[in-house]
């Protein structure tokens, strides 16, 4: 049986569609990737890629990992997938911590490094790397931390 190459397209989902805005802080942020985070917030770990403009408007987002409670897995190559399929020019980097805490783990310094390094390689920025909970965030722009 000869196997076949298929043909990718990026897809826009419309149903559940967020007004976009112009990031200018952390906190405009964490206000965006709550309005699309659903139940993933407080009941499990997730992660999204948010892709920006050369303007930092927000294009479009997408979910690149869900886990348990307290870890999710996020694989590099799918947040530069989203970004140059996207045509981004800047991304952000987003996810939560249902238990509340905003103190960014070594794992999530370590994430955070190789998808700047990654991205970097394509010329796209990683604009900020931001963990949400239901009433604050941590940036490691904000902390001198990107």
């Given at each position: 049986m000869k196997k076949y190459s298929r043909e990718l397209i990026l897809k826009e989902v419309r149903n559940h569609?967020?007004?976009?805005?112009?990031i200018?802080?952390?906190t405009t942020i964490a206000d965006f990737a709550r309005a699309?985070?659903?139940d993933d917030l407080t009941i499990y770990e997730s992660a999204f890629v948010i892709l920006l403009n050369h303007a930092n408007k927000t294009i479009g987002w997408a979910k690149i990992g869900q886990g348990g409670i307290c870890s999710t897995v996020v694989d590099v190559k799918l947040i530069c997938k989203y970004a140059i399929e996207s045509l981004?020019?800047?991304v952000v980097f987003v996810?939560?911590?249902p238990t509340g805490n905003t103190n960014p783990?070594?794992?999530d310094d370590t994430l955070?490094?190789?998808i700047k390094d990654a991205l970097k390689i394509m010329?796209?920025?990683l604009l900020d790397s931001v963990i949400i909970t239901e009433e604050s965030h941590y940036s490691y722009f904000d902390n001198g931390r990107l």
């Amino acid at each position: 049986m000869k196997k076949y190459s298929r043909e990718l397209i990026l897809k826009e989902v419309r149903n559940h569609a967020v007004p976009a805005v112009q990031i200018k802080n952390s906190t405009t942020i964490a206000d965006f990737a709550r309005a699309f985070y659903d139940d993933d917030l407080t009941i499990y770990e997730s992660a999204f890629v948010i892709l920006l403009n050369h303007a930092n408007k927000t294009i479009g987002w997408a979910k690149i990992g869900q886990g348990g409670i307290c870890s999710t897995v996020v694989d590099v190559k799918l947040i530069c997938k989203y970004a140059i399929e996207s045509l981004s020019s800047a991304v952000v980097f987003v996810h939560n911590h249902p238990t509340g805490n905003t103190n960014p783990s070594g794992v999530d310094d370590t994430l955070t490094r190789r998808i700047k390094d990654a991205l970097k390689i394509m010329d796209v920025r990683l604009l900020d790397s931001v963990i949400i909970t239901e009433e604050s965030h941590y940036s490691y722009f904000d902390n001198g931390r990107l």
